[in-house]
């Protein structure tokens, strides 16, 4: 109990401190805290978000794999690395890290958006569209996400209306603002920091 308390006092103090800090001191702090609590998964998750904020995709990718490590059934984790895959241009990859989370509740607005995902990547804007929509709509406790989610419901509800149906549209090019969700990471992270216990 002690350990988790003083986890959480010192991510708490490290995010009180994100906006007024320079990356490298901020990066620092989350890699000491990674260390201090060998368990616990949250500065890994908050240190792939800064790693997105500064285009370290590489980086990113292994601090979210490594929270998934210490705690595989953490399920923002599990989605935000697909999500940062998906926008890098691997959705096969984005696929595969998702799979774990077809376990979560038809309803759960991860499973929504990841089967969302899963039909963007297969250039089916409509299913992909409906069911992002849903999983927003789901999605009462991340407003950030559902921020993130919307922009890229956009894309894809222009793409529908750029194709007549129901010929095929042609693939959705990731652009400068599907890319962008890459480096909000960290602040979908930060802004909901309650969802990370």
């Known amino acids: 109990m002690t350990s988790s308390l003083s986890a959480d006092n010192q ?5 009180k401190d994100i906006n007024s800090l320079d990356s ?40 979210f794999i490594t929270a998934l490590q210490r705690s595989p059934d ?8 697909g999500l940062l895959q998906f926008t890098s241009g691997r959705s ?9 989370l077809s376990k979560l509740p038809d ?9 969302g995902m899963e039909f963007l990547a297969v250039d ?12 927003i709509k789901a999605n009462t406790s991340n407003p950030s996400l559902n921020n993130d989610m919307q922009r890229l ?6 793409q529908i209306s750029l194709s007549p149906l129901p010929v095929s549209t042609p693939p959705l090019a990731i652009d400068s603002s599907m ?12 802004s909901n920091y309650k969802n990370l216990h």
Request: charged share 20%; net charge negative; glycine share 4%.
């Open 11 to 15: 991510i708490m103090s490290i995010v």
């Open 24 to 63: 490298d001191t901020i990066i620092k702090k989350l890699q000491e805290a990674a260390i201090d609590f060998p368990t616990d998964p949250r500065p890994l998750i908050l240190l792939a978000g800064e790693y997105s904020q500064i285009g370290a995709t590489d980086k990113a990718e292994g601090a």
């Open 74 to 81: 953490y399920a923002i984790a599990r989605f935000m690395l």
């Open 92 to 100: 096969a990859t984005a696929i595969a890290t998702w799979s774990e």
């Open 107 to 115: 309803g759960n607005e991860l499973s929504l958006f990841k089967r």
């Open 124 to 135: 089916n804007f409509v299913e992909s569209a409906k069911l992002l929509q849903s999983g």
């Open 153 to 158: 419901l956009n894309k894809v509800l222009e």
């Open 179 to 190: 890319v962008e969700m890459e480096a909000t990471a960290q602040h979908i992270l930060l």
